[in-house]
């Protein structure tokens, strides 16, 4: 049974998790997406997620809140002016977990992991598949 286990460990001791972590969200807020493997994808789900949702409001204290897990300025940064307008109006639900298949050397399953807001492709597609659901003129 899981009782009462909410951390994924990843097999690091608790600093090298952090840190790990720490560096990994600030890559996402760099890039929008990147990949790792499926179980680093969710431990960095479960970690970005409460800073997300706490740029929503900019104050000092959730920057100095957010400074504190990030241990980077430019992160930080990143997250309260790009990420956090973007964001805004969202209840919830910031990034996507895409699974990719196994990694070739040691047959890891890998995951892209990104963020819902920022990429172009998906909102696209949604959009013009609106369009052609709806057809105009059918009898030629």
Same mark, same amino acid.
């Given at each position: 049974?899981?009782?009462?286990?909410?951390?994924?460990?990843?097999?690091?001791?608790?600093?090298?998790?952090?840190?790990?972590?720490?560096?990994?969200?600030?890559?996402?807020?760099?890039?929008?997406?990147?990949?790792?493997?499926?179980? !680093?994808?969710? &431990?960095?789900?479960?970690?970005?997620?409460?800073? %997300?949702? *706490?740029?929503? $409001?900019?104050?000092?204290? #959730?920057?100095?809140?957010?400074?504190?897990?990030?241990?980077?300025?430019?992160?930080?940064?990143?997250?309260?002016?790009?990420?956090? !307008?973007?964001? &805004?109006?969202?209840?919830?639900?910031?990034?996507? %977990?895409? *699974?990719?298949? $196994?990694?070739?050397?040691? #047959?890891?399953?890998?995951?892209?992991?990104?963020?819902?807001?920022?990429?172009?492709?998906?909102?696209?597609?949604?959009?013009?598949?609106?369009?052609?659901?709806?057809?105009?003129?059918?009898?030629?």
């Amino acid at each position: 049974m899981r009782h009462g286990k909410k951390i994924i460990k990843l097999g690091r001791k608790s600093a090298h998790r952090k840190a790990m972590l720490a560096n990994m969200a600030v890559s996402l807020f760099e890039h929008k997406r990147i990949t790792t493997t499926s179980t !680093k994808a969710k &431990a960095l789900k479960i970690f970005v997620e409460p800073l %997300i949702t *706490k740029s929503k $409001n900019d104050s000092v204290h #959730n920057r100095r809140l957010c400074f504190g897990k990030l241990r980077n300025k430019l992160g930080v940064q990143i997250l309260f002016d790009e990420i956090s !307008k973007k964001v &805004a109006d969202r209840p919830g639900g910031y990034t996507r %977990i895409i *699974k990719l298949g $196994n990694r070739m050397g040691d #047959n890891a399953s890998m995951a892209m992991i990104e963020l819902v807001d920022f990429n172009t492709i998906y909102n696209s597609v949604s959009s013009n598949e609106t369009k052609v659901s709806t057809p105009e003129s059918t009898s030629e």
